[in-house]
């Protein structure tokens, strides 16, 4: 296991299209979350999952914003018509009960 | 208040010098991680510790659970020691908050 893998590393897209990222956590982890950083700031919650349910969801996740983790294994992220206020970091976070956190390096979304 | 507070928010120092980041929480935590981000790249895991003091190479992270502070310090700072240091922590709902990141910009 090679730790938390996110897919894709970076992510261009037109204004108005949709996109959907993945996380593919360590395989023990219960607990998933997902966070958004922006430029100069540090990331924001967004979401957070045990095994497939979505327990918290951040104002921050607007309607056009939904993740899943249908088999409380890997969790996906789907952005419908993008604004180029999305562009962000998307960074995915897992951890297992008390034990620290194992974090993604990220997808990197460019929104023109 | 950010639940965790980093310091300084930009440091610029000559290469060869000792580097120390600092990081104060108000949160209840089980672990603290140290980050590191290279422009425009993704976050890697530097450190989690929960008590005392982790080394791995020229990193030192330290961690003062009474006092509710933690340090990451770069021994011999080298300009690929160039990123964003961004602690983090779990607050008592079990999200992780993260600090705002110090970015550190070491010349040659």
């Known amino acids: 296991d090679t730790g938390v893998s996110q897919d894709p590393r970076h992510k261009i897209t037109k204004r108005g299209q949709n996109v959907t990222f993945r996380c593919d956590p360590i395989s023990e982890h219960n607990r998933l979350y997902w966070y958004r950083q922006t430029l100069g700031q540090g990331p924001e919650f967004l979401t957070y999952?045990?095994?497939?349910?979505?327990?918290?969801k951040s104002r921050l996740l607007s309607d056009r914003f939904s993740a899943e983790r249908p088999k409380g294994s890997f969790s996906t992220l789907e952005i419908q018509r993008t604004e180029q206020g999305d562009s962000a970091m998307y960074l995915c976070a897992s951890r297992w009960d008390v034990y620290g956190y194992t974090f993604g390096s990220g997808t990197r979304l460019t929104v023109v | 208040k950010n639940e965790v507070e980093q310091s300084p928010q930009n440091l610029t120092a000559q290469e060869g010098e000792f580097i120390t980041i600092n990081c104060s929480y108000s949160?209840?935590?089980?672990?603290l991680h140290w980050l590191q981000q290279h422009p425009g790249g993704g976050i890697v895991s530097l450190f989690m510790l929960s008590s005392g003091k982790k080394k791995h190479g020229r990193l030192i992270a330290t961690i003062n659970i009474q006092e509710k502070h933690s340090s990451l310090h770069i021994t011999a700072s080298h300009p690929r020691d160039s990123a964003v240091y961004i602690c983090?922590?779990?607050?008592?709902?079990?999200?992780?908050?993260f600090g705002k990141g110090t970015r550190l910009h070491i010349l040659p």
């Open positions: 983090a922590a779990p607050n008592r709902d079990d999200k992780i908050i």
């Open positions: 949160v209840g935590i089980s672990a």
């Open positions: 999952f045990q095994n497939e349910a979505q327990l918290e």
